[in-house]
């Protein structure tokens, strides 16, 4: 993702057409090597998809 509001948005299309959120809400994480904006989403099918934006 190229912004944390594109990640956003991905994430609630995702949850408006019958998707949920896992694991964590969308936010930031610091991880060893910096920062990251992340935003996991599981789909109907049950999938799940992780969207992810670094610094």
């Not at 594109?6 to 936010?27: K, M, R, S, W």
């Amino acid at each position: 993702m190229q912004s944390p509001e594109q990640a956003d948005a991905f994430h609630a299309a995702g949850v408006a057409n019958g998707g949920n959120t896992c694991e964590d809400p969308p936010g930031w994480r610091e991880v060893a090597t910096g920062w990251l904006y992340l935003a996991y989403l599981r789909d109907p099918d049950g999938q799940r998809t992780e969207l992810l934006h670094f610094l």
